[in-house]
């Protein structure tokens, strides 16, 4: 094996790959995706904290040992709030400015374990909530690059790095990704720990990733749950699949749509059933509002240390929204959103397992222009609250030339099926 | 008003009355615990970490302003896995030994904002797990507190503070709570906010409590829940009951067995309707494998830090018990358990809410003599699993003189029902 590519273009897995193989150092590695932070960070601004040395010296001391797991020497980029023992985790707010933590989030000591290293942390809106930080998409600087997880996206998608985490308490990780041209992946709820990860809303928070290839999210998503990797090879048959245009179908944009009818007309001349998938009413009635009574109302509890100790601090639409919204539901208004989201799991539980993946939109259309917000997350935010494993590809171009998402989704639990199902899918629409 | 007895040994209600009124300062009630402490604190070892300057300078500021909330100028502990910023939080663990955190967790900026105070920090067991601490029971030095909220239970029940917060995975603040003789509650599941607190499973912790009277229980939660305080009134009818042995009632002491039957025909004399309530098979077979599924492989992953980088410092118990477990758990297995719980919780929510309360144990017995255990959960995790709010009063003795208590279990989300129906059954028993 010989690399002759710049290897800060390489995905994760071709990284490994060629370091187990002695074919690439990780500090060749890290160096290449550092020359490429020092040339592109003026116009990407991915980074929240970068320490080169610290991401060089944990580089070399990959390079010391045998392979330890299966992303031995790959750099990680780590969304600003989650925890690492050895770099500030600021959380884009004044009121965790410099702040350092004593420990490694979980997330970040299972990467270290599989033999991966810490690259830095990436930009996050503040909270991983809305409001924005510096971070430009690096396909079109004048637009964002979604939100809440940032810098992830954008690093991924410049070559700064080859993979990076993010979380999603509503379209955090998935609609970034789709933002950028990248593999974005939300797991199943509860299969990946947060452990020194900020919380705003333990119902719903959860530790996602991004990355340029599907090979690559199933090899971070082995090391995150602790399970042996071992690629999940696309489904050899056609896959069962759903189309979910859902009820906000309207809010998106014609291109959007059309990509995504695009899509499934694809699948099924390549053999795919495609059923169209109804959110049925009552159950999902209003499913938006239920989101936002769950989120507002733990966020506002979650935030304590932060509302009553710093109130002034914190932005206005994060004080005067989420905070003050959650504060002021009844107790009562949050159990029933509780039992209305249960309802919908139900359903969800009975109803997904009869497909491979759904296929849905990721996003409302192609990343806005602008940076005073980081888009729409109203095609993302049902499938948190259904628990369910869900992945966009990169699929289609908007107006502009900017890349669009697919998005499919799998029953819980069921992630294996997504990855293999999405491996069919993709090569159907490459076909 | 005017204060005669000790104020050490007000409840967290008359102290927190007193203190409105003008009868009692913060800084004297601070000043009569830290005595008690002092006087003590060989004997019972309840405190993790204590500064009485600290403490006293809360106190003070306390003093100085207006009340602020239904706890102004109460001091509270905080089990050492509840962070705080101006105190350290060291889990018990030689890991995190000396451990100090950036921020308050919600529910010490919580008791802040209702202008508690925190005392310090109260002993645990290692990480919340099963490795115990120095902590004895104030009751008899020669028997373990229970635990993992050990130095919580203690504390409260020796008059050296008024109220504490705990945690419960399995049974760390029911049976500590019964075994000291208190008022001991488990919010139902989702209630109350983990941010700052040390996490082992995502899916079963629940932040709780312990009190000297059923009123501090109510004044404590709602400030947790940052909702307004109002004491619940008992049920002004004779409430409809359930009395749960539980498949391991023969697990169960005579002496905890006899109490708990002779509560329920006390009961019944003033009017309760009692029906036996069975756990059917299948879906409870085996449930406490179910539990130990979820808690250990969470366990394994959450420990992601100290399992990697600290492996030696780890207890035996703690590294070879749950670590172990949960790492050679597939993750088959544990949605498979998951899946049983979800179903056990189901029939929880159909068939729980035509009762007010279970009654049922809250430990097998009363507290084991030695300090090299802190007693078995098996009377507790049933519940934790079903995420249904769990309350312990002291009722009854066992054969050595120590305290029993009788745990009442309402359904999720009825927290208030379950106040309701304890303050009838507390009025009831006393009779």
New interface residues.
Partial sequence: MTITADPATLTASSAADAIVAGALTAEALTRACLDRIAARDADVAAWAFLDPDLALAQARAADRVPPRGPLHGVPVALKDIIET?DMPTQCNSPI?AG????????????I??AGGTILGKSVTTEFANRHPGPTRNPLDPTRTPGGSSSGSAAAVADFQVPLALGTQTSGSMIRPAAFCGLWGYKPSF???????VF?QS??LDTVGLCARALEDVQRLRAVL???PYENVAPLDRAPRLALCRTPEWDEATPAAQQVLEEAARRCEAAGATITDLLLPSPIFDGWLKVHKRVANF?G??????????HRHLISKALGEGRIRDG?TT??SAY?DA?RRAEAMRLWAEDTLPAFDAVLTLAAAGEAPVGLSGTGSATFNSLWTLLYTPCLTMPFGRGPAGMPLGLQLVSPR?EDERLFATAGWVAAALAD
């Fill in positions: 023992f965790h702040r350092r933590t004593y420990a490694d989030s979980a997330v970040a000591a299972l270290r374990a509860g299969e990946v720990s947060r452990v020194g919380q333990g119902t749950t602790r399970i733990e506002a509890r979650n935030f304590g240390f932060e509302r009553h100790g504060e009844p107790v159990v509780q639990h």
